[in-house]
């Protein structure tokens, strides 16, 4: 469907109850998109979709019929949810990450053999605390 001349497209943020992951969801509902946040700590996980109004789940399978997967998810778990990631993802998927620190996101993208995905490691210039963003909605 489309909301504001752009299509809704499913996207899903692994560790998106945490700050970050949470603003983003945020951000891509309220432009139409449907998100759904995975977690490992389901009641911060449900508080963190309610707040959202996205969809939620306690494992990452939802990232096998994506379109766009965001790892934001803890340094340490980066790498591993990346590799996991472009296992089952579908042929076309982006896949990108919210890392501040590269080095494990950079290896394990390096280790991708497909080459039917979209990769972006991606580095916000801003925090889930920034005050005011145009792009909020606030």
Not at 27 to 48: D, F, M, P, Q, S
Not at 67 to 90: E, F, K, Q, W
Not at 91 to 105: I, M
């Amino acid at each position: 469907s489309l909301h504001g001349g752009v299509e809704s497209m499913q996207i899903v943020i692994l560790g998106g109850s945490g700050r970050f992951g949470q603003w983003y969801a945020g951000l891509l509902v309220r432009a139409g998109h449907a998100v759904t946040i995975t977690g490992r700590n389901r009641t911060k996980l449900e508080a963190a979709a309610r707040a959202v109004g996205a969809e939620w789940a306690t494992d990452n399978t939802p990232a096998s019929t994506a379109y766009v997967v965001i790892v934001a998810a803890s340094l340490p778990s980066v790498g591993r949810l990346i590799d996991d990631t472009v296992r089952v993802a579908r042929p076309g998927t982006l896949v990108c990450d919210l890392a501040s620190v590269k080095g494990e996101a950079a290896a394990a993208y390096a280790r991708v053999t497909r080459d039917d995905l979209e990769l972006a490691s991606l580095h916000p210039l801003h925090g889930p605390r920034t005050p005011r963003l145009p792009c909020r909605g606030d």
